[in-house]
Each structure stands twice: as structure tokens, then as C-alpha cells.
């Protein structure tokens, strides 16, 4: 897929106030270069209303835009191993020209500058997230009401850069958290703009549905309720913004984040706070993760003739959608993840007669050990009737 990378930020300013660059930096001359950011998010293997979230909810991706929208944090330290004393928590947005087309450039205010010293530059590492907000209060992360971004490193010392995350457990209430790194060997040796590819830190789960056997004639198979329960689930966890790691998937070479910290639930007394429900009728199940397909899903009130064709033989259908579009659940990536699955389904007949049914699986599916980020897993369920 072609990458589309957007325009710069271009000009100068001067400094208003005193900035840390100050100490490098004795004065800023005609000829100084501002640091400028050019930003776009990195499928690779990722192909596919806010409530107590902290940050902006739903997918970002380079086909809708929402990058733009959201912005990012920008980090930047002099040196590597030390807190980020040039940029913490930069916001830097994105305008668009009122030109009538998709141009536009990344900005920030104030604006910091290359140091003069090679030396310096040299050393300077840059990291980011998004989407952007706000530097939480320190107790934020406390509140079990809070999800998506709920903290962030200080600006001290003792610190680099990372995001403590608290996973959602609506998809509308889901923010999909993006990361980039460049250490001081892979970010620009001469003063050009910083290019940031943003990479996806959750793991991406699609969940797929199809039938070991054709349905008897003048018959639907539709589905009422799929429920999903984790052996164990990651609800929180700290995101490392200055390291990643490799992973080849189908010769493919996917970037992948840093977790540690993780908060973990495991055993009965914690299997209602695992569970995900993907109701038919979310309008009477508010707990609903998401909803059923459209395709496949039984619909209240409707005669055979107006129902969907429902599930096959043939072919996984998608199980999940949200506002017409696919949907998917995502996770904090963790260790083994194995996950136990109930179908609920109704056969509905011609002649009005509904019979329901149930059928449990327990599957890893094609899902890893671990669970990695920056990667969409397929979670394909054969159900027999």
C-alpha cells in the first residue's frame, strides 16, 4: 500500500521565553533550522461516541484521516537514556490548506531548533504517540472509570518516555493507541524534517463465523449472541516509547511495541470483567461490546423473507461490525492467549419456526503466543448445528 506522507512545517520563529534549548542553543541566528515533523500511520499488518475515554475513540488509519485529527505527542531528549529535556508532550497538529485539497502541514508552538552542535545532534532521539492529550494528573490512572491514555511519564530525570493504557471494554469507548521511536541512528543526521511512522501498540482481533454443514433446506442459521471469555486478559499496561522490536509475518518484517507492567485477570472470580459480549439487539444490551454483522445476525421482529441469509458453509463471514464498517476487538498485546467462545444461534425456518441453539468452542484459533502488537489475528469459529 502506498504510504501518503503530508506536508511540513516550514518557517522560522523566535523563541518566546526561556527553553531548555536555551543551555545549548546561546543565541538563534538568521540561519537557525527550526525542528519540523512530518507524520503518517504504518499499515503493515494492520489491513482494516467517547464516554470515559481519554483520548480519541475509534481507528486511526491512513485512508480516513484520523491522524490528522487527533494530532500526537511528540518527545525529544538530547541524549538517549534520559528524560526528554528538549520536547515533553509536544502537541503538534495538523491544518490543512484551504486550497480544496488534502494538503496540509504538521505544526507546533513554540518552536524548538536544531542545536548548532553535530555532536548534540548526534544524540538526539525523538518518540511520539496519539493520539494526543493532555498530560493526565498523576492519580488519573486510579480510576477504575477511566480508560485509554490515563498516564504518562514525568518530565524528570529518572525517566524516558512511555504511556500507562487501560483497556476499554466497549469498542466506542476504545482509543487505538499509535507509537514512534527514533533513536539517534535512525532519526535524521542533518537538520531535516523528523519523519515519524506511527505504529499500531494494540493487537487487533477479527472474529469470523461459518457453518461445518449447509443449513437444512428453507432454513437461516442467524446469530443472536457471541460470547468471548479470555483465559486471561492484559486490562493495563505501560507502553515503552523509546524501544521496539521485529517480527516476520508471511516474510513480512511488522515493528512491535514494548509492553511491561501489565495488570492481569485470570480465574472464575474475575470471569465477568473478561467477558465480551456481541449482542444482536445492542439497543436492549448496553453492555454489548460491538454488534453482530448484518449479514448474519437475527433481527427482532422481522419474517423469514426480510431476515439476513445468515451463516454458510462455505465461507467465514465477518461476525463483527460497527456502524456498517467491520469491527474488531483489541487488546493489550500479552503472553499466551487462549479464549473460550459461545455461539448463540437461532434456525430460522420458512414457516416462522425459530429453534435456538448453542455451541461452546475453546480455541487459540490462529491467535500467537504471545500476543503481539501492531498485528491483526483472525479468530475463525466453525460452528455445528
Known amino acids: 500500500m502506498q504510504l501518503r506522507r503530508y506536508g511540513i512545517l516550514m518557517g522560522f520563529a523566535l523563541l518566546a521565553g526561556c527553553t531548555q534549548m536555551d543551555e545549548m542553543v546561546e543565541t538563534i541566528s538568521t540561519d537557525a533550522v527550526p525542528i519540523a515533523f512530518e507524520a503518517w500511520e504504518e499499515n503493515g499488518q494492520w489491513n482494516g461516541a467517547t464516554r470515559a475515554a481519554n483520548g480519541q475513540t475509534g481507528p486511526i488509519t491512513t485512508q480516513n484521516y484520523q491522524l490528522r485529527h487527533a494530532g500526537f505527542g511528540a518527545f525529544a531528549a538530547t541524549e538517549t537514556g534520559i528524560s526528554p529535556n528538549l520536547m515533553y508532550n509536544q502537541n503538534v497538529t ?148 523509546t524501544s521496539h522490536s521485529t517480527f516476520t509475518v508471511d516474510e513480512n518484517e511488522v515493528v512491535v511495541p514494548t509492553w511491561s507492567n501489565l495488570t492481569m485477570l485470570s480465574g472464575e472470580g474475575t470471569k465477568g470483567d473478561r467477558t465480551i459480549l456481541i449482542d444482536h439487539d445492542p439497543a436492549t444490551t448496553p453492555e454489548s461490546y460491538c454488534d453482530i454483522s448484518n449479514d448474519i445476525r437475527l433481527i427482532p421482529g422481522l419474517p423469514y423473507s426480510w431476515q439476513p441469509e445468515g451463516l454458510n458453509e462455505t465461507d467465514y ?23 473460550t467462545c459461545t455461539v448463540a444461534y437461532t434456525v430460522f425456518a420458512s414457516d416462522g419456526t425459530q429453534t435456538p441453539g448453542n455451541k461452546t468452542m475453546t480455541t487459540a484459533a490462529t491467535l500467537a503466543d504471545p500476543l503481539r502488537g501492531n498485528l491483526t489475528y483472525h479468530l475463525n469459529l466453525t460452528i455445528e448445528i
Open 94 to 241: 495538523f491544518t490543512v490548506l484551504a486550497d480544496g485539497s488534502d494538503n496540509g502541514y504538521w505544526s507546533y508552538y513554540p518552536l524548538k531548533y536544531w542545536p548548532n552542535d553535530q555532536t548534540i545532534i548526534d544524540q538526539l532521539y525523538f518518540c511520539a504517540y496519539a493520539p494526543y492529550v493532555d498530560t493526565p494528573a498523576d492519580d488519573f490512572k486510579d480510576d477504575p472509570a477511566n480508560t485509554g491514555i490515563v498516564g504518562m511519564s514525568s518530565n524528570d530525570e529518572a525517566t524516558t518516555p512511555y504511556i500507562i493504557y487501560t483497556r476499554a471494554k466497549q469498542l466506542d469507548e476504545t482509543v487505538d493507541l499509535l507509537w514512534s521511536y527514533l533513536s539517534p541512528t535512525s532519526k535524521p543526521s542533518v537538520k531535516g524534517p523528523v519523519s515519524l511512522k506511527m505504529y499500531h501498540a494494540l493487537a487487533r482481533v477479527a472474529v469470523a463465523l461459518k457453518l461445518s454443514a449447509a443449513p437444512a433446506a428453507d432454513t437461516k442459521v442467524l446469530v443472536r449472541r457471541i460470547t468471548i471469555i479470555p483465559t486471561t486478559l492484559a486490562t493495563s499496561g505501560k507502553l515503552d516509547l
Open 317 to 339: 463471514q465477518n461476525a463483527l461490525t460497527s456502524e456498517s464498517h467491520q469491527a474488531y476487538l483489541y487488546f493489550i498485546p500479552q503472553e499466551a492467549f487462549t479464549v
